[in-house]
């Protein structure tokens, strides 16, 4: 650093850092005061902030992080909070699991509160596979029509939810299963070719009659146990209807041979583990009211 | 105001210039207290506002049963706002931006007529300013002895009266911030709980935040409110025009002013004596004498100051006056003076703006039918096809009843020869029409399910809602989704 008088600006009388670009100087004016005393205060704002809250992470061999002298936890806040809901919505359980699912139905105020409970409970454990309102996805039913692979009435989508479809530890889960008529070679190419042609004629879609023909034998001897002579399905054990418009895992000439060929048996999880009775009994309520409930 | 000028002449090598002050200390302003007319119409109007905020919440209206009784009350947890006999649910929040429209027009109409009389008498910031000079008044006495004061060393007669003073203008202003949070619960219900500990939170916290803003900017802040904060100022000269009234020194008539002794005459001067009475009562502390300025809030208080000086020196009042800018220039030149026109393009316009909204809104208010009909449609999905290929929209049903009793009313729907519907909730099967239950005084919701046969093609549909006893009823059209 040269000598303090070459380092003051002329114009201004201020020193500078000295540091000059382009015969540009940068004056070394002093912080505006209350910027300082800002400074100041957030300083003693965040020790005084230490020592009340968590502030200090756990480093090696600390354990655990700083409490705080005030103990405060959002966990437990959480905790807290959602244990006054829970006892807020008990009162309300109660009264739904002492009523039948149509009284619920039938009821203005529970069938409200199922409606507005079960949407909530839909759209965070049903809606990432049925889609939000029930709209369904390939190979997800949909759940706002009049489809029902299972059961549509009210109890029969309650049982649906406690039990699952095809869970496997549970023993009072809706079961059945297709075999896989070309995987395991049951089955040849041709033969399934046939069947397609069949099945895409109970919705007038063939394009072969010599292949219907063939394709007739062999659907009453491998599909008509589950499916029904007439490919109408059979809801008493989840065999799907063949006839009408509506294709869970598509209706196109080339997704039909594949659900002949692998067979398609997708899973529903059995809700109990996760929800309570009074928690599955509304929303059973609320799919029942998203379009198709019989 | 202090203007900063920076010196940009100086030469390099010579002694640097002082650091130029870029932050003017606000300067500290005493009102004088004026006698007369306008200064009357002032206490006045301070009275009736004053009183209107304070006691309003108090005025009690019976409204039947498991409604609030309280006349004005702004009630969010029923969602709910009535002013007298007019009740406003949150499906009709219209009215309210009708109301701030008639406001805003008001507004525009008396600064078009009369300047801003609006800042000078009514404007919330005017009056609890005036109240709080008064209290001032009261504990540290008139301009100069405010002055006097204030420059004094400290000693307990100094401190008493400062003490006196701030405690007072809390006490009203926490009354100022009490009042505001009973328009928004049953009055004697918070009022009682306030004491009691048991007003919601949000009570103590509102009342804490308006006791803070009224003492802040009542006691402290003042005109520089309106100078440095408030917008009006500067939307204002857009609203008024040459014929408007606004506080005006005449100077055509003032002019030259000097200071006169009782000998002299009047010929050759002007009647102004510039005693500087009217910058001693002015709460904003400009000179009128310098013209229309930004910081003039048309209080007139100067008017009531020099006419008082008028009548001691023998002179006609009304040197200061609300007066137009065309009639000054009239007087100046020695043309006749013309009218006062109250009929402008502006004022006539807005005139014929307020009376049309607020016949609309009367009208709406008088034929405000106790049923309406508010119709949600399903988005996800937005149809379903049926198994037999019909189409199925869905739609949430949102009935208001007003009234205060329960009713029955039909649903239909129209637009849609062979639609049929369902309602979640009710005996099971479709049908053209239902009968539905509708609680008194509040919102059912219904759920319809809405089926149209593939052979139909239909984009929009209509339900109506019909009150079976009254006849009454609301229709809404609304999308019918087909995939097509």
């Not at chain 2, 109409?109 to 209290?135: I, K």
């Not at chain 2, 405690?167 to 926490?174: E, G, K, T, Y």
């Not at chain 2, 100077?251 to 050759?268: A, C, I, N």
């Not at chain 2, 309406?372 to 937005?382: A, G, H, L, Q, T």
Request: glycine fraction near 8%; charged fraction near 20%.
């Amino acid at each position: 650093m040269s000598s303090e008088k070459d380092n003051v600006d002329p114009h201004s009388g201020v020193e500078t850092t000295g540091h000059s670009w382009d015969g540009i100087q940068e004056l070394n004016n002093p912080l505006p005061r209350w910027w300082l005393y800002v400074w100041y205060i957030t300083i003693v704002i965040s020790i005084v902030y230490m020592v009340l809250m968590p502030a200090i992470p756990a480093l090696p061999g600390m354990g655990t992080n700083t409490t705080g002298l005030r103990n405060q936890s959002d966990r437990d806040n959480v905790a807290i909070e959602m244990g006054k809901l829970d006892a807020a919505r008990q009162v309300k359980a109660e009264d739904l699991l002492k009523a039948s699912l149509q009284d619920i139905e039938q009821d203005r105020d529970l069938q409200q509160f199922s409606l507005a409970m079960g949407e909530s409970l839909f759209e965070s454990n049903c809606a990432t596979c049925h889609g939000t309102g029930g709209r369904g996805a390939k190979g997800y039913p949909v759940l706002a029509d009049d489809i029902w692979l299972w059961d549509g009435t009210l109890s029969g989508i309650e049982t649906t939810l406690h039990h699952g479809i095809r869970h496997t530890s549970d023993e009072l889960t809706r079961n059945s299963a297709m075999p896989r008529f070309g995987r395991d070679k049951l089955l040849s190419s041709a033969e399934i070719d046939d069947l397609v042609q069949y099945v895409l004629n109970f919705s007038g879609r063939s394009d072969s009659q010599a292949a219907v023909q063939r394709g007739q034998s062999l659907f009453a001897s491998q599909c008509a146990v589950c499916h029904g002579d007439g490919g109408k399905g059979n809801r008493t054990i989840g065999a799907p209807n063949l006839t009408d418009e509506d294709w869970l895992y598509g209706g196109e000439e080339a997704d039909i041979y594949t659900t002949i060929f692998n067979a398609r048996n997708s899973h529903m999880p059995a809700w109990t583990d996760r929800l309570d009775d009074a928690s599955i009994k509304a929303l059973a309520v609320y799919v029942h009211s998203l379009g198709g409930g019989e | 105001m202090t203007r900063i000028t920076l010196d940009t002449s100086h030469k390099p090598g010579a002694s640097p210039p002082p650091h130029p002050d870029l932050y003017a200390k606000r300067r500290q302003i005493y009102p004088k207290l004026a006698h007369g007319k306008f200064r009357t119409v002032k206490w006045a109007v301070m009275a009736v506002t004053l009183a209107v905020y304070y006691i309003v919440p108090w005025i009690r209206w019976n409204r039947g049963p498991g409604i609030p009784n309280q006349a004005v009350l702004a009630d969010f947890e029923s969602e709910k706002l009535y002013f007298f006999f007019i009740e406003i649910w949150p499906q009709e929040a219209y009215y309210l931006a009708g109301l701030l429209i008639l406001a805003a027009l008001s507004l525009f109409l008396v600064t078009s007529l009369l300047g801003r009389v609006w800042c000078g008498y009514a404007c919330p910031q005017t009056v609890w300013t005036d109240l709080y000079v008064w209290v001032e008044r009261a504990f540290e006495g008139d301009r100069a002895a405010r002055m006097r004061l204030d420059h004094a060393p400290m000693s307990f007669n100094k401190l008493w009266r400062k003490a006196g003073k701030h405690i007072v203008w809390l006490v009203i202003a926490f009354w100022t911030g009490g009042a505001f949070v009973l328009y928004w619960h049953d009055a004697p219900t918070v009022a009682k709980g306030w004491f009691t500990g048991e007003a919601p939170l949000s009570a103590y916290w509102f009342a804490g935040i308006l006791t803070f803003t009224t003492y802040f900017l009542a006691g402290t802040m003042r005109e520089q409110v309106c100078t440095y904060m408030c917008p009006w100022p500067r939307i204002q000269a857009a609203l008024t025009d040459e014929h408007a009234l606004n506080v005006t020194y005449r100077y055509d008539r003032g002019e030259p002013r000097g200071p006169k002794r009782k000998s002299e005459g009047w010929e050759g001067r002007g009647d102004c004596v510039d005693c500087n009475q009217c910058v001693q009562v002015c709460p904003v502390g400009i000179d009128i004498r310098n013209g229309s300025q930004l910081e003039c809030i048309h209080c007139a208080l100067c008017i009531d100051a020099c006419d008082e000086m008028m009548l001691r020196v023998e002179r006609p009042t009304g040197l200061i006056a609300y007066d137009t800018d065309v009639a000054v220039a009239a007087r100046a030149k020695g043309v006749p003076v013309p009218k006062y026109r109250l009929i402008r393009s502006r004022t006539v316009l807005y005139a014929v703006l307020i009376a049309l909204i607020g016949s609309l809104m009367i009208f709406g208010l008088l034929t405000k039918s106790t049923l309406e009909m508010n119709v949600i449609k399903d988005r996800s999905p937005p149809f379903v096809r049926l198994s037999g290929g019909d189409i199925q929209n869905g739609y949430t049903l949102k009935l208001v009843n007003k009234s205060t009793e329960a009713r029955r009313m039909t649903i239909s729907i129209e637009g849609a020869p062979d639609a049929e519907m369902k309602i979640i909730g009710l005996e099971s099967g479709s049908r053209k029409q239902f009968e539905v239950p509708v609680a008194a005084y509040g919102v059912d919701r219904y759920r319809v399910l809405v089926v149209v046969p593939k052979t139909e093609d239909i984009q929009q549909i209509t339900f109506r809602v019909t009150d079976n006893a009254t006849g009454e009823s609301d229709s809404n059209r609304v999308a019918f989704r087909s995939g097509n």
